[in-house]
């Protein structure tokens, strides 16, 4: 496997992982809401899944879910709901957040949330069986079907890493302290946005 292909490979996922949404408003709010560490937790869960997605695009899974209208949709139905109590969640909450306190708050949640908003995201599976498909053939060999894998997980996992301590640090970080119940509102109301928009597009595919 020579490193042409190994670059190409990195600069997809790469891509993809740059790409805003959902996942990246979660690990931001983990960090900024309780910890760099919190929002490091939710980084590599979020990787976890996506290197699950990647798994599953590889073995062809993928393309199970993707003609599988029930599984499709219901696991649509499920990241709907989730973004919307999470929306519901950050607008709620009334907590003053310690800045100074670097301690990690419910390092289970944080992994919870991270994995869940990739592993209820459907749309990511028709991602990767698009874009793997240019990589892969039926003679394949085990060693680039796992960097195609491992490359998924990891590169989103730096992604993300990189972006919470770029929220977490300098002169954004201190925009943020200043500024939290106001972005707070605004993570939330961005959740119900998206839980409504993806809620709207479902409704209507469906009914095509």
């Known amino acids: 496997m020579d ?9 997809v996922c790469l891509l993809g992982a740059m790409s805003p949404g959902p ?5 931001i709010n983990n960090a ?14 979020h990787g976890i899944g996506i290197a699950i997605y990647a798994l599953f695009a590889v073995l062809g899974i993928g393309l199970i879910i993707q003609t599988s209208s029930l599984i499709f949709n219901g696991l649509q139905v499920l990241s709907i709901a989730f973004l919307f109590y999470l929306g519901v969640q950050s607008l709620r909450n009334t907590d003053q957040i310690d800045f100074e306190d670097t301690s990690v708050k419910s390092g289970v ?3 919870a949330q991270g994995f869940a908003i990739s592993i209820l995201n459907p749309k990511i599976f028709i991602w990767f069986v698009a874009i ?3 990589f892969m053939s039926i003679d394949n060999n085990l060693t680039l ?8 997980g990891i590169v989103d996992t730096f992604w993300y890493i990189l972006l919470v301590y770029l929220v977490t640090t300098g002169m954004i970080f201190e925009l943020i302290k200043s500024n ?24 209507v595919n469906f009914t095509l």
Request: aromatic fraction near 8%.
């Open 145 to 152: 079907n796992a960097t195609l894998v491992i490359t998924a």
């Open 132 to 134: 793997y498909s240019q």
């Open 23 to 27: 996942s990246m408003v979660v690990v």
């Open 3 to 11: 490193l042409i292909l190994i670059s190409q490979i990195i600069i």
């Open 180 to 203: 939290y119940r106001i972005i707070n509102k605004f993570i939330g109301i961005l959740f119900v946005i998206l839980s409504v928009g993806l809620g709207l597009n479902v409704l």
């Open 32 to 45: 900024i809401t309780k910890s760099r560490v919190n929002g490091i937790i939710a980084a590599i869960a």
């Open 109 to 111: 949640t944080s992994f």
